[in-house]
């Protein structure tokens, strides 16, 4: 069977990540996981696929991510397994498995990898893509918010980009919630007519979501819709006003952002997202970057102990999007070759690959490409390689030992003896 035409193109919102575009990933992970390491926090790893009633126990049914977009199948022996749409699910899947609530609270985990959505591609939105995300365990205070919102300004800003805004509300608990979804409905009775068609829905089912909603019918009625923070209790407020004064002490830029919210029963308390402020007349990137909050009552929820948790996860995609189209050119990720071996015939070619593993073993990164065989364009990868030293190899050096030595630049070329040649390019690098 021969591959289709359409076998030839990565799946529908699915992408590679060429070699030209490895910088910027390696450039965000060294920068996240450097922050993260020194904060504490330690990587875990959990399967792509997980059982398919973990995702929907835990991201909720009527949610867009279960309803729509999740990949889920059936393995040959009947098993229902998913793709990870987002990574707390499986995180808290290990964390009650491997019984985590035993060890010293917090526990501080960090990940990062690919999941996946079946949702329609659009600017910085995949079908596969990929997240690098925290989560704190069994630290309810609001202490554990702020370490995780200020470690993921950190990483964003140690990335070089500015302007960074939280935006940051409190959703409260199951204790002063159900006031609050009152108030919801009386405000939206005799207005739902005027509501999105999803949003007509969504007043059943999940009414906290029409607050979020960015239809301009929905986004014109919620402006004046009340307000999660009027109707919080004594204690869901301290908490809250702990969160933002903490953000105050260490400094980082937030808005109150009244309409943000997470739909489901076990999210809790603080919710945030991080976008990045245009200034006058600039458009960068509309979206949030990064988003996350409090859900203490999701380990339980899932069948395991008490253990209150906080987290967020980061769009990798979006984020280096965004250090594209501001210009943030990532620093070399792996060293430019300091010389370029040619070489000319059998016998050059094989000893031409010892002295390229000689200079190896010496930390002088060679370059080479063995499968050419014309010196003209061996030489012409060289220059444009802008590398100031190259070898050359021919039959006759091969066969007598030696190698000549060419210095780009001028052209002056010399014969070394080739048990000399590592010692001398180390020389000629020192000055
Ligand atoms: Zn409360
Ligand atoms: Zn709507």
């Given at each position: 069977m021969s591959a289709k035409k359409q076998d030839l193109q990565a799946p529908k919102g699915m992408h590679d990540i060429l070699p030209a575009d490895q910088p910027y990933w390696a450039f965000l992970l060294k920068k996240g996981k450097t922050i993260l390491e020194e904060y504490g926090f330690e990587r875990i790893d959990v399967p792509m696929v997980e059982s398919t009633p973990l995702f929907v126990s835990s991201i909720g049914e009527g949610t867009d991510v279960i309803e729509k977009e999740i990949y889920s199948f059936k393995t040959k022996s009947g098993e229902p397994l998913a793709l990870r749409p987002e990574f707390t699910a499986g995180i808290v899947r290990a964390y009650i498995e491997h019984g985590m609530h035993v060890l010293p609270q917090p526990i501080q985990l960090w990940t990062w990898g690919p999941v996946f959505?079946?949702?329609?591609?659009?600017?910085?939105?995949?079908?596969?893509?990929?997240?690098?995300?925290?989560?704190?365990?069994?630290?309810?205070?609001?202490?554990?918010?702020?370490?995780?919102?200020?470690?993921?300004?950190?990483?964003?800003?140690?990335?070089?980009?500015?302007?960074?805004?939280?935006?940051?509300?409190?959703?409260?608990?199951?204790?002063?919630?159900?006031?609050?979804?009152?108030?919801?409905?009386?405000?939206?009775?005799?207005?739902?007519?005027?509501?999105?068609?999803?949003?007509?829905?969504?007043?059943?089912?999940?009414?906290?979501?029409?607050?979020?909603?960015?239809?301009?019918?929905?986004?014109?009625?919620?402006?004046?819709?009340?307000?999660?923070?009027?109707?919080?209790?004594?204690?869901?407020?301290?908490?809250?006003?702990?969160?933002?004064?903490?953000?105050?002490?260490?400094?980082?830029?937030?808005?109150?952002?009244?309409?943000?919210?997470?739909?489901?029963?076990?999210?809790?308390?603080?919710?945030?997202?991080?976008?990045?402020?245009?200034?006058?007349?600039?458009e960068i990137f509309p979206s949030a970057l990064l988003g996350g909050g409090r859900y203490d009552k999701l380990v339980q929820f899932l069948g395991g102990p008490k253990a209150p948790a906080t987290g967020w996860a980061m769009g990798m995609e979006r984020v280096i999007l965004v250090l594209k189209k501001l210009g943030i050119a990532p620093p070399e990720s792996h060293p430019q070759p300091k010389i370029f071996i040619a070489q000319l015939g059998e016998i050059a070619k094989r000893k031409s690959l010892l002295l390229f593993e000689e200079f190896r073993k010496t930390g002088i990164v060679a370059k080479a490409t063995f499968g050419r065989d014309s010196m003209k364009s061996q030489l012409k990868i060289s220059h444009r390689l802008g590398i100031k030293y190259t070898l050359i190899m021919g039959q006759k050096e091969a066969l007598d030992g030696s190698v000549i030595l060419r210095e780009m630049d001028s052209g002056v070329q010399e014969t070394v003896p080739v048990e000399k040649i590592v010692d001398l390019i180390k020389q000629k690098l020192r000055k």
């Open positions: 959505r079946h949702d329609n591609p659009q600017a910085g939105r995949y079908r596969q893509f990929h997240q690098m995300d925290l989560e704190i365990f069994g630290d309810d205070t609001a202490a554990a918010d702020a370490q995780s919102i200020f470690v993921a300004y950190k990483i964003l800003e140690s990335l070089g980009l500015r302007n960074l805004i939280v935006k940051v509300n409190s959703i409260g608990d199951q204790n002063c919630r159900p006031q609050y979804l009152k108030a919801l409905k009386d405000y939206y009775r005799g207005r739902d007519k005027k509501l999105c068609a999803k949003c007509q829905v969504r007043i059943k089912t999940n009414i906290l979501r029409v607050l979020d909603c960015e239809e301009p019918e929905c986004t014109e009625i919620n402006k004046n819709a009340p307000q999660f923070m009027d109707y919080l209790d004594t204690d869901c407020k301290k908490h809250f006003t702990e969160v933002l004064e903490f953000l105050d002490e260490i400094k980082v830029p937030y808005l109150l952002e009244p309409r943000l919210v997470r739909g489901l029963d076990y999210y809790t308390r603080t919710a945030f997202e991080i976008f990045i402020e245009p200034k006058e007349g600039e």
